[in-house]
């Protein structure tokens, strides 16, 4: 069974920055899509910004302070945080959809406080 694994998570101030990784335990066949999502208390699972082929797609409220990427040599897909809000506090999960199955992480804090 493949198990993706977020890092990078914590706790930062209004306006500074967070990088989280996620590592995939093993290669994964057809891939379709990686992406981030996002559930902060009381609210829906969102999507945060996803990869598809050679085209990315972003939550109108990350874009331009967002950016995610992927190094498939390593099994990994990153999402690079800047100019990080209050509003951007959640727990954030990393998702592989790929032919067969579709594959969350076990999610990630990010906390943005003064």
């Known amino acids: 069974q493949v198990q993706l694994v977020e890092s990078g998570g914590g706790l930062v101030q209004p306006g500074g920055s967070l990088r989280l990784s996620c590592a995939a335990s093993r290669s994964i066949f057809g891939i379709n899509a990686m992406g981030w999502y996002r559930q902060a208390p009381g609210k829906q699972r969102e999507l945060v910004a996803i990869?598809?082929?050679?085209?990315?797609n972003y939550a109108d409220s990350v874009k331009g302070r967002f950016t995610i990427s992927r190094d498939n040599a390593k099994k990994e897909v990153y999402l690079q945080m800047n100019s990080l809000k209050p509003e951007d506090t959640a727990v954030y999960y990393c998702n592989v959809a790929a032919t067969f199955s579709s594959y969350w992480g076990q999610g990630i804090q990010v906390t943005v406080s003064s």
């Open positions: 990869t598809r082929g050679g085209t990315t």
